[in-house]
Each structure stands twice: as C-alpha cells, then as structure tokens.
C-alpha cells in the first residue's frame, strides 16, 4: 500500500515553454502532498506543502508564480513550471501523506520522481 | 527548526563488511526520525522510522538504526552489507509540531567486490 506515481518520468521542454507534473496517490487519500526539488548530488530540498482544496505553501525564496501547484483532489496534486528556463533542470520528487492524526501522519510515500530538463 | 547533520558524504565499503552511517539532529521539540534510501535516478524509498516505542528499529533487509536521544542522534548500521546496498541515504527528520521533513545532506555508500 501507499503507492505515489509521478507522471512524466521525463520530460524535455525548450525555454520559455510550461510543463506540468503530476503526482498521483494510488491507495490511498492524500491530505496534504508535498514537492521537493533535488540537485544533482545533493539532498532534497522542500519547494512547497499542499493541502487539497486550498492553496500551496510556499518555503522561502520558492517562486509561487513560476511554480504554481494544484491540489484539485484528494489524490491528484500537479507542479506546473511556467516559462521554464534551463536553471529550473532538475529531479522533481513528490510525496503524500495522509495527516488523520496519529503518528502514522508523519510519514510522507514519495513517487519514483521527474527529471525535468529545460534546453 | 530542525536540522539534519550526516557527517560522511562518501562511505566505500567491501561486500560483507559492516558499514555506520552517522545521522545528528537539533531540535528543540520532539522527533520523528527516518532513513531513507535512493538508488541511481529513482524516487526515495522508506528504509526504516522511529516514531515511539523501541529507540531500535530494524528494516527487512538487514539495516537497523538507533534513537539516541540523549546525543541527538540516529545513526544506520548493516552487519554486512551486498553490492545491491549501492545507494545514497537520507537520514530526515520532522519535528512533534510540524509534518515537514528536513533531510540531511545525504551518504554515498558504494559496495565494492
């Protein structure tokens, strides 16, 4: 159980163009999803949190006009990087929680991740 | 806030010998810790958490870690380790108060032959 899928796996878009992520939770009903960003060699870093129905959380210095997150549903969350430029290349990872209360709320299930790759 | 401390950025290992990942956190609250690992261009995959009850947890393939709250620490052990144990590994912690994760930097640990 918990299974979190991200779509597309890869994706290379030209400068200047919009792409758009998807983070799916396959079981289970997910609270609140969150989007990390991952340099190469390096740890992730948390870009937003998202509570389904309302609007993101941004960490500090994260562009919330450039990436503009939705969470429609309770197992749908989508990363969309507008007017993308070679600087936003990178390993986008996505994880769900399901915060029912109880220590089992502290657990984050991450998806398999995207590389995104802007020329 | 939290922080997260992995002291070795690089650990080289030979097949069947022990390895220790070391992991330290601060925090002025409770914790939540976990170990997490990541193979070549892939998501993170849970390897084990502490979240009450025994300060020793153990993973299914062998890796066991230990809450040490009294030097705030969490480190990762394998009594021997396979080639297949090739892998980064995060050590992350979220505080009592707060869902987050903050990650450590991360370990590389190469298995040789």
């Known amino acids: 159980g918990a299974v979190v899928s991200q779509h597309p796996s890869r994706v290379i878009c030209k400068s200047g163009t919009s792409v758009k992520i998807e983070c799916r939770s396959l079981d289970f009903q997910a609270t609140t999803m969150f989007w990390y960003r991952q340099f190469p060699k390096q740890s992730l870093m948390l870009m937003a949190t998202?509570?389904?129905?309302?609007?993101?959380?941004?960490e500090q210095g994260v562009e919330k006009d450039k990436f503009l997150i939705n969470h429609a549903s309770l197992t749908l969350s989508t990363l969309t990087v507008t007017s993308a430029h070679p600087e936003d290349s990178s390993f986008y990872i996505c994880?769900?929680?399901?915060?029912?209360?109880?220590?089992?709320?502290?657990?984050?299930?991450f998806g398999p991740g995207t590389r995104l790759t802007v020329t | 806030a939290q922080s997260v401390t992995q002291l070795d950025s690089q650990v080289p290992v030979f097949e069947e010998a022990p390895v220790e990942l070391r992991c330290n956190y601060s925090s002025s609250v409770s914790v939540y810790l976990f170990w997490y690992v990541q193979y070549p261009n892939q998501g993170l995959q849970l390897l084990l958490k502490y979240l009450s009850g025994s300060t020793l947890v153990e993973s299914i393939n062998g890796f066991e870690a230990e809450f040490n709250k009294s030097q705030t620490s969490f480190h990762l052990r394998k009594p021997s380790v396979h080639i297949s144990d090739t892998a980064e590994y995060f050590c992350?912690?979220?505080?009592?108060?707060?869902?987050?994760?903050?990650f450590g930097a991360g370990t590389t640990v190469t298995v040789r032959a």
């Open positions: 994880s769900a929680s399901w915060l029912a209360g109880g220590l089992n709320s502290y657990e984050q299930y």
């Open positions: 992350a912690v979220s505080e009592s108060n707060d869902y987050k994760l903050s």
């Open positions: 998202s509570n389904e129905g309302s609007k993101a959380t941004y």
